[in-house]
């Protein structure tokens, strides 16, 4: 039967419409620039439900570096051609190492020159950041990469703001949002929602906003490895079915076992 062709339906009169067919247009994969920027507002000091080594406090800063770190390496596994920097966020964004490398070493010096701050920022102002990436996006853009943006934010009461036009669109914007749970001081669900609105305003393809207030650091290393994900390839994320819930399974009936109940009992 020659290509093109319809079938007819044996139990109908009516031709059978060939399915169309699918072809997935060509599309150049580009390595990534990734910029990292944590928030070091005093609430990255707060404590996660599991302590450290020999029962020191540890914290959301702490469970921070060891999901980059975990992110790093497991990113240069799959192509060692995609680099990173690192920003924090105070009351703005400031570097905290601003030359995009691979090299991990110099990934784990910077995490480990992070600091928290003392005292609560007043402000969550996302402009700089935005101005950095925009023109990190355009250098990124002229050597045929692509930026991406992943802020980790800590806190649970503070709205960010921010001054950015929305028709510029240089980079792919991530979120990871740690925060207590909701209570009288504070509303994680408006902070959430500002956090959404700036992804939106300017994340040029898919980005994906993850958020625990659990004070679990598996839930945190989950989220970041949902993140690896690589931004041409995504789905939007209301189809996003990963991380897969594992579920205790009945340990199935031996050979023995089965051949045991099959002997039948004398009652003699």
């Known amino acids: 039967m020659e290509a093109g062709a319809t079938m007819m339906d044996s139990g109908s009169s009516r031709p059978a419409v060939a399915a169309p067919r699918y072809s997935l247009p060509p599309c150049r994969f580009m390595n990534e620039d990734v910029l990292f920027c944590v928030d070091v507002d005093v609430e990255s000091k707060m404590e996660m439900k599991l302590s450290g080594p020999k029962g020191r406090p540890f914290t959301r800063l702490d469970a921070i570096r060891q999901a980059i770190l975990l992110f790093v390496h497991s990113k240069l596994s799959i192509n060692s051609d995609h680099r990173f920097a690192f920003s924090v966020l105070g009351q703005s964004v400031s570097w905290l190492r601003k030359e995009f490398s691979n090299d991990v070493d110099s990934a784990r010096a910077a995490l480990h020159s992070l600091t928290a701050a003392d ?21 990124s853009r002229a050597q045929g990469r692509h930026l991406r943006v992943i802020l980790i934010y800590c806190r649970s009461s503070l709205r960010p703001q921010h001054q950015w036009p929305v028709s510029q669109k ?11 749970k909701p ?7 408006r902070v959430y929602d500002a956090l959404v609105d700036a992804l939106e305003h300017v994340s040029e393809y898919e980005g994906y ?10 839930v945190l290393f989950r989220h970041i490895s949902v993140l690896l994900s690589h931004p041409q390839q995504r789905c939007v994320q209301d189809d996003l079915d990963i991380p897969k ?18 002997v039948p009992v004398s009652s003699q």
């Open 245 to 262: 819930s594992l579920t205790r399974k009945s340990p199935l009936p031996t050979e023995a076992s089965q051949s045991e109940e099959s």
């Open 170 to 180: 240089l980079f792919t914007f991530d979120v990871i949002y740690l925060h207590d």
């Open 119 to 139: 005292s609560p920022y007043g402000i969550a102002d996302l402009t700089q950041l935005f101005r950095i990436a925009a023109h990190e996006g355009k250098k």
């Open 183 to 189: 209570g009288p001081e504070n509303c994680p669900q």
């Open 209 to 218: 906003i993850l958020e625990s207030g659990h004070g679990l650091s598996r």
